[in-house]
């Protein structure tokens, strides 16, 4: 049984960690055995992802961070001589170099990288086996020589079904009134990306007429206090507990399950599509579009992400919001639209067997000549790191010497007075 060693780059919840160990549970079914890996220092306190490996009964490891390229070659080898991995792979571009350099060396064994980002780094080695998760990308390195294959975040649509789970014991456990509609977001609370969107959309919902709605925002990070302090302003505001910071969830199926609209990016809009709830599709710096059959296409080609803003997005996601929550029969034919193409789209079943794919062409065609190629690549790094740390010397030793020159007039000029 091959043995893949796959890193992570945080052991907090996330949607891409997510997306790692459910591959991983996933391929074993095709006979290739996965050993997760993340760094010690990004576990966090409360629910993280080993809550998710161990229910999906998967290995998870961690390590301590690496401070450099080459120590964190030397951790990845000996990892991979630990767990006689067959092949490394990757999540994320920016941590693609210790592998190549390390585990990989040579050649000896296979590289296989995903890249869940809305682009891919231009030193990311070229010949290696890619992932990406947007149809644009795919395109964009259509010519990229070590291929590149479309593999979307996947959605375990056996699993993510609100036939299966129900989120009524969670709402009563939260205090809300369990006839009121419910907009749900399921997302880091972090500064970067993600708190631009959340504090829109509690502005939004706090400026809604109908005190009937509630919005229920799940997740943790950096930007959690600032947004419990803004959704406590709100909440007085209005004179009423409408908008509730749940805190993070290692399993917020009963969330989705709870929601009569969602509102998300990546990931967590994807997966509210398979429990069948109306989609609204938020963007990093305030943008937000519904998911129609109209607009389906376009959001699921850019991986429901956009970076774009708009002058009003408070105002802009009113406006999306007063109708779907006024019209119940137009949120069940978006919901049933949703699932259908969640299925069909990103179902975990369909991704993995791709990932199986790309694996196999990993361990039959990646050796000594593919690693090779990519070392002009590493040379130019290298040839542009010596430049920077020159230029950085020349204007350090430029600052030394301008100091030392209005040093000595100071000295002269106290003499003469």
Not at 146 to 155: D, E, T, W, Y
Not at 356 to 381: C, H, N, Q
Request: positive net charge; proline residues 6%; charged residues 25%.
């Amino acid at each position: 049984m091959p043995k893949i060693l796959v890193q992570v780059n945080s052991l907090a919840l996330g949607g891409t960690q997510i997306n790692a160990v459910d591959f991983a549970s996933e391929v074993a079914a095709y006979g290739y055995e996965s050993v997760l890996v993340g760094p010690l220092d990004t576990l966090p306190d409360g629910p993280s992802l080993f809550d998710v490996a161990r229910e999906r009964g998967v290995q998870l490891k961690t390590f301590d961070r690496p401070r450099s390229t080459v120590a964190g070659a030397h951790s990845l080898a000996a990892l991979a001589k630990e767990h006689q991995a067959d092949l490394v792979h990757v999540y994320g571009s920016w941590t693609s170099r210790p592998a190549w350099w390390g585990p990989c060396l040579m050649g000896r064994r296979p590289l296989v990288l995903t890249v869940y980002e809305m682009a891919v780094d231009s030193m990311t080695p070229r010949n290696t086996e890619l992932i990406v998760g947007t149809k644009y990308l795919e395109e964009e390195l259509v010519a990229r020589p070590g291929g590149v294959r479309l593999i979307s975040p996947p959605v375990d649509t056996r699993r993510d079904d609100s036939h299966v789970v129900s989120g009524s014991a969670w709402v009563k456990s939260l205090g809300l009134d369990p006839e009121n509609l419910r907009i749900v977001m399921v997302t880091r609370l972090d500064e970067e990306m993600k708190a631009t969107a959340v504090s829109h959309a509690i502005r939004a919902v706090g400026g809604l007429a109908n005190t009937k709605v509630d919005l229920i925002i799940v997740g943790t990070g950096d930007a959690e206090i600032r947004l419990r302090g803004l959704a406590d302003q709100v909440n007085a505001s209005r004179r009423r507990h409408g908008i509730v910071l749940a805190g993070p969830m290692s399993d917020p199926r009963c969330a989705y399950a709870a929601a009569d609209v969602v509102i998300g990016m990546g990931g967590s809009a994807a997966r509210s599509l398979s429990f069948g709830k109306p989609l609204i599709v938020a963007g990093v710096a305030g943008w937000f579009r519904m998911f129609t059959p109209d607009s389906s296409a376009e959001l699921f080609r850019n991986s429901f992400w956009s970076p774009d803003s708009t002058p009003d997005p408070v105002g802009d996601l009113r406006r999306i919001l007063l109708p779907i929550l006024a019209d119940s029969e137009k949120r069940s034919l978006l919901g049933r639209y949703g699932r259908e193409f969640a299925q069909l789209n990103f179902g975990l079943p369909a991704m993995a067997k791709r990932l199986v794919d790309t694996y196999d062409l990993a361990i039959s065609g990646y050796g000594f000549k593919a690693w090779s190629r990519d070392m002009p690549l590493e040379l130019r790094r290298l040839h542009l790191r010596i430049r920077g740390l020159a230029a950085s010397l020349i204007r350090n030793r430029r600052t030394t010497d301008r100091s030392a020159a209005s040093a000595f007039c100071n000295q002269e000029m106290e003499k003469t007075s």
